[in-house]
C-alpha cells in the first residue's frame, strides 16, 4: 500500500489563481514527520517544509500555506495567486519515527499558464 | 543551490557495465542518501549512510553498493547495468543520521544505458 498519495497527478491554473495540491499519508506510527518538495523543471529538488505529528497548527509562508489535519491523514499544500514560477512538480512525504525510511508520494505536477 | 554537489552530471553506458556516482553533501552534514527517479517508478529511496556507515535501506538492487568516506563524500556503484536502471540518481544529506530531518537535494545524475 502507498504510504503517500497524491492522486492529482496533473493540475493547470491560470496565473493568480489559487491552487490546493492534495496529500494523504498511511502511518500506524504516532510520531512522524512529513515534508513537501518541489521540484522545478532544473531537476533539483527543494526542500518546502517539515511538520510533526503533534504539531497541528497551519502554516504560512508569502503565499504558501499548509493544511495539517491528523483526522483525515491529509497535509495540504495551498499556493495563494499562483505565478508561473510556481510551475513544476510537488513532492509530499513521510517519514516515521519508528523506522528509517523515508517515502515519497508520486508527485503532483503544477502547471501555471500566464 | 543546496550546497550538495555531485559528479557526474550526465551518464551514458552500456548494458552490463559499471559505473560510479559521486556526492559531497552539504558542509557539516553527516548523512548522505541516494534516490532513484524514474518515470515508472517514481523517486525511490535507495539507501542512507550516516558518518560513514549504513543507516537504511529502502529498494536498492543487490547490482547496486554505496559507501561514505571519511570524508563523507559517497559514491554509488551501480554495476551489470540494464536498460531499466536509466534514470535520475539524487543524493541527498541531512544534519544527522534521523530520517525526519529536512533533506537538501543535489542537482542529480542523468544516467542512460542503451
Known amino acids: 500500500a502507498q504510504k503517500v498519495t497524491q492522486a492529482q497527478t496533473e493540475i493547470s491554473v491560470v496565473e493568480k489563481e489559487d491552487v490546493t495540491l492534495d496529500c494523504v499519508y498511511e502511518?500506524?506510527?504516532?510520531?512522524?514527520?512529513l515534508f513537501w518538495y518541489k521540484q522545478p523543471p532544473s531537476g533539483e529538488l527543494v526542500f518546502l517544509i517539515r511538520?510533526?505529528?503533534?504539531?497541528?497548527q497551519n502554516e504560512i509562508s508569502g503565499r504558501y500555506s499548509w493544511n495539517f489535519q491528523k483526522s483525515t491523514s491529509s497535509f495540504n499544500f495551498t499556493i495563494t495567486a499562483s505565478q508561473v514560477v510556481d510551475s513544476a512538480v510537488y513532492f509530499c512525504?513521510?517519514?516515521?519515527?519508528?523506522?528509517?525510511?523515508?517515502?515519497f508520494g508520486t508527485g503532483t505536477s503544477l502547471t501555471v499558464i500566464p | 543551490d543546496s550546497g550538495v554537489t555531485q559528479t557526474p552530471k550526465h551518464l551514458i553506458t552500456a548494458t552490463g557495465q559499471r559505473v560510479t556516482l559521486r556526492c559531497s553533501p552539504r558542509?557539516?552534514?553527516?548523512?548522505v542518501y541516494w534516490y532513484q527517479q524514474s518515470l515508472d517508478q517514481g523517486l525511490q529511496f535507495l539507501i542512507q549512510?550516516?558518518?560513514?556507515?549504513?543507516?537504511a535501506k529502502g529498494n536498492i538492487l543487490e547490482r547496486f553498493s554505496a559507501q561514505q568516506f571519511p570524508d563523507l563524500h559517497s559514491e554509488l556503484n551501480l554495476s551489470s547495468l540494464e536498460l531499466g536502471d536509466s534514470a535520475l540518481y539524487f543524493c541527498?544529506?541531512?544534519?544527522?543520521?534521523?530520517?525526519?530531518?529536512?533533506?537538501?537535494f543535489g542537482p542529480g545524475t542523468r544516467l542512460t544505458v542503451t
Open positions: 541527498a544529506s541531512s544534519v544527522d543520521g534521523t530520517t525526519w530531518r529536512e533533506q537538501y
Open positions: 502511518t500506524r506510527d504516532t510520531t512522524y514527520y
Open positions: 511538520r510533526n505529528s503533534f504539531d497541528e
Open positions: 512525504a513521510l517519514s516515521e519515527f519508528s523506522g528509517n525510511q523515508f517515502y
Open positions: 558542509s557539516g552534514d553527516l548523512s
Open positions: 549512510y550516516y558518518n560513514g556507515e549504513e543507516r
